[in-house]
């Protein structure tokens, strides 16, 4: 899976992937595809819960998202939106409390899918170890704690059970998850197994399985829309993706224009 970041300002765009945050709803989009910096959407979420500062808008209204390039450093400066820092595995995670105070840092998101091999890998005992050392002490400093991120498919739960059972003193502000999964039907109790921690909840990645074609997608996203926001316990969500590809859960076309999937997103 794609690393994202939260990107809501005109910014050099690095060869990263990048996702915007509002009140609630989000985008994903790979960086390297500048059709999707040029188009800005508005949300029932939030006022312009997308906001590109770059032509054809002039003087937007400031966005309420933050920025976020899934590492230690903000790569992408910007003086309008805050940076989140994220420590994607244990690597150079001796540096991010420095990297935490040079940038004023107010959000640090943990590791990203450690119950996937494929990804940061990591025992729940290990990542506990790492959190207890590194991440924790920022919490003195007033920093916004976010999980590690972990997946559908049977091992995240547990994953996160564990970790929080090496972690009991350690403090976690908020939830994070991804899902790709065949419907709501399974969207929602996956979400809904997390909800006993009584945390807000941030599903940072989400889709349907990598073979659903175009009509599953249009006929998916209004219901997995409206069961997100209806739920108290998420306070975070972004679809994947942002982005022209030519798969099917495309948002933009490949002459930027907002696809019929994108315009189901952003009304």
Same mark, same amino acid.
């Given at each position: 899976?794609?690393?994202?970041?939260?990107?809501?300002?005109?910014?050099?765009?690095?060869?990263?992937?990048?996702?915007?945050?509002?009140?609630?709803?989000?985008?994903?989009?790979?960086?390297?595809?500048?059709?999707?910096?040029?188009?800005?959407?508005?949300?029932?979420?939030?006022?312009?819960?997308?906001?590109?500062?770059?032509?054809?808008?002039?003087?937007?209204?400031?966005?309420?998202?933050?920025?976020?390039?899934?590492?230690?450093?903000?790569?992408?400066?910007?003086?309008?939106?805050?940076?989140? %820092?994220?420590? *994607?595995? /244990? =690597?150079?995670?001796?540096? !991010?409390?420095?990297? #935490? &105070? $040079?940038?004023?840092?107010?959000?640090?998101?943990?590791?990203?899918?450690?119950?996937?091999?494929?990804?940061?890998?990591?025992?729940?005992?290990?990542?506990?170890?790492?959190?207890?050392?590194?991440?924790?002490?920022?919490?003195?400093?007033?920093?916004?704690?976010?999980?590690?991120?972990?997946?559908?498919?049977?091992?995240?739960?547990?994953?996160?059970?564990?970790?929080?059972?090496?972690?009991?003193?350690?403090?976690?502000?908020?939830? %994070?998850?991804? *899902?790709? /999964? =065949?419907?709501?039907?399974? !969207?929602?109790?996956? #979400? &809904? $197994?997390?909800?006993?921690?009584?945390?807000?909840?941030?599903?940072?990645?989400?889709?349907?399985?990598?073979?659903?074609?175009?009509?599953?997608?249009?006929?998916?996203?209004?219901?997995?829309?409206?069961?997100?926001?209806?739920?108290?316990?998420?306070?975070?969500?972004?679809?994947?993706?942002?982005?022209?590809?030519?798969?099917?859960?495309?948002?933009?076309?490949?002459?930027?224009?907002?696809?019929?999937?994108?315009?189901?997103?952003?009304?």
């Amino acid at each position: 899976m794609l690393r994202l970041t939260l990107l809501t300002s005109a910014v050099a765009i690095a060869s990263r992937t990048l996702q915007v945050w509002g009140a609630k709803r989000g985008l994903g989009w790979p960086s390297d595809n500048s059709l999707s910096t040029r188009r800005c959407a508005g949300s029932r979420n939030s006022t312009r819960f997308f906001q590109i500062l770059i032509p054809p808008y002039s003087n937007p209204p400031r966005s309420t998202g933050s920025m976020q390039d899934w590492g230690q450093t903000n790569t992408a400066a910007n003086d309008e939106f805050p940076f989140y %820092a994220m420590q *994607w595995n /244990g =690597g150079g995670i001796q540096n !991010l409390a420095s990297a #935490v &105070a $040079s940038q004023g840092v107010t959000v640090v998101l943990g590791f990203n899918e450690p119950d996937n091999a494929g990804e940061a890998n990591m025992t729940p005992a290990d990542a506990a170890t790492l959190w207890k050392q590194y991440i924790q002490p920022l919490a003195a400093d007033g920093v916004t704690l976010v999980s590690p991120a972990v997946t559908y498919g049977g091992s995240g739960l547990p994953w996160m059970d564990q970790f929080l059972g090496n972690c009991t003193a350690c403090t976690v502000d908020k939830i %994070a998850i991804h *899902w790709y /999964g =065949g419907w709501t039907g399974d !969207l929602e109790p996956f #979400v &809904a $197994s997390f909800q006993k921690y009584d945390k807000p909840i941030w599903l940072t990645e989400f889709g349907l399985s990598w073979d659903a074609g175009a009509d599953s997608y249009e006929e998916f996203l209004p219901l997995a829309l409206e069961y997100l926001d209806g739920n108290a316990y998420v306070e975070k969500y972004a679809f994947f993706g942002a982005f022209h590809s030519g798969g099917a859960e495309d948002m933009i076309n490949s002459d930027g224009q907002l696809t019929a999937l994108g315009q189901i997103y952003v009304s």
